[in-house]
């Protein structure tokens, strides 16, 4: 299974995209969702996720094309910034409506 495909959900309700619905990424969603961009450091304190960790659901997010990540350096430090992509953006809407749809079925 791709990293974009989703598996139905038990309620009958739309496929779950499951790239968003793992929790450290969906932390990592709601965080971004919720600011124009944000540095690694930022999204570190905020999901309380190892450096290790963070990076790799990152790596995640950029192959499903929800984030854009860029390098950058400020007074010779590096510098990554994280934003949602429009796709992003999108796909986080996506998923917040359809756990609504299943969470006003229980």
Do not use: C, W
């Not at 990293?3 to 309620?11: D, G, V």
């Not at 995209?17 to 905020?46: C, G, S, W």
């Amino acid at each position: 299974m791709s990293p974009t495909e989703k598996n139905p959900s038990a309620f009958g309700s739309p496929d779950i995209d499951r790239v968003i619905h793992e929790p450290a990424r969906l932390a990592i969603m709601a965080v971004l969702n919720a600011f124009e961009t944000a540095d690694f450091t930022f999204l570190l304190k905020q999901t309380e996720l190892s450096r290790g960790n963070l990076s790799s659901h990152l790596s995640k997010l950029e192959g499903a094309k929800y984030v854009d990540i860029a390098k950058e350096f400020v007074d010779k430090v590096p510098r990554t910034l994280i934003r949602l992509t429009d796709r992003g953006r999108s796909a986080i809407q996506i998923y917040r409506n359809e756990m609504n749809d299943i969470l006003s079925r229980l």
